[in-house]
């Protein structure tokens, strides 16, 4: 049987969006922010004060190569300590099948923007008429929407997004922002990762949704889109700033049509230049920024032709 291993901290805000930033290298199945001492009978976000603790928690194969990543982890932490003080980080394994039980625990509802409410697929809630709700079970995807960089995306999607436009997903993790774009009126959305099993969840996410025939999820990467020909008036891109400014290098301004419109998050407030400067190479336009805290969302459009 398969297993993981869970790494969490406990940490106040200031110093989490750094260590989840840090641990992604590590944790590629899953990093979550989540609220620490969260009261049971709270679970709407509206009800509850702003947390003065923070779990950091991610998840790395148990094989082999488990002390050494071990190693790195806690060589990084104590990196981390010499400039903010942070806790021992504590590891326990998980098996594979109690994966989904050890999301549950720690997993809430959260609102975010105006009307989005993120709602785990264990947990009935009664919504507002004008919410969007998404129900979602993570599994062994990123993006649960407690993170900052998923909440930016939310929030500018709700801004961006139009009904009848056609939106490419890139590195779609759980599926959180494909379906909302497509709870969003979006007229088809591509959602596409390297990872199967994130495909796999997305997919299950979508039907769970009541989206799966608005979400065509497969694997695939940038190349493969680009050689497609397909072309979108929306490109949602959350993943890691280094992996977007290597993308740009591939082309990716090549995926959103004349006129069309991309957010990319993922980036810390110190790369927001160099990808800024990686997208106009491309051939996007920086047009703005939104920031929480470290974590800072960059939307660009592409000019229309001439």
Not at 34 to 49: G, I, M, R, S, T
Not at 162 to 177: K, N, R, T
Not at 208 to 214: M, Q, R, S
Not at 223 to 247: P, Y
Request: glycine residues 8%; aromatic residues 6%.
């Amino acid at each position: 049987m398969a297993q993981w291993v869970e790494v969490s901290l406990r940490v106040d805000g200031e110093a989490a969006e750094a260590l989840a930033y840090e641990l992604q290298r590590w944790c590629h199945q899953g990093v979550a922010v989540e609220y620490a001492d969260l009261p049971q009978d709270k679970l709407d976000e509206d009800q509850v004060p702003p947390p003065e603790m923070l779990i950091v928690r991610g998840y790395f194969a148990h094989d082999d190569r488990t002390p050494a990543t071990q190693q790195a982890i806690n060589q990084a932490i104590g990196y981390m300590n010499m400039l903010y003080p942070m806790p021992q980080p504590v590891y326990h394994i998980v098996d594979d099948e109690d994966w989904g039980e050890a999301w549950k625990k720690h997993y809430h509802p959260v609102r975010i923007g105006r009307r989005i409410l993120i709602r785990p697929a264990w947990i009935d809630l009664q919504p507002q008429p004008e919410d969007v709700v998404i129900a979602l079970d993570p599994g062994m995807a990123f993006g649960t929407g407690t993170h900052p960089t998923t909440q930016l995306c939310l929030e500018a999607l709700e801004d961006l997004m139009q009904p009848g436009l056609d939106v490419i997903d890139l590195g779609c993790g759980s599926g959180i922002l494909a379906i909302a774009a497509a709870k969003m009126q979006a007229a088809k959305v591509v959602a596409v990762d390297i990872d199967p099993l994130a495909v796999k969840i997305t997919g299950e996410n979508a039907a769970a949704n009541g989206v799966a025939a608005l979400i065509q999820a497969h694997t695939g990467s940038l190349e493969t889109l680009i050689t497609s020909a397909r072309r979108f008036d929306l490109a949602l891109v959350n993943i890691l700033a280094r992996t977007i400014i290597a993308m740009c290098a591939e082309h990716l301004g090549d995926l959103v049509r004349p006129g069309g419109r991309a957010i990319f998050s993922g980036i810390i407030h110190d790369q927001a230049d160099d990808v800024e400067a990686a997208l106009r190479r491309t051939g996007l336009l920086p047009v703005a920024r939104r920031q929480q805290g470290d974590w800072v969302l960059i939307e660009a459009r592409r000019p229309p032709a001439e």
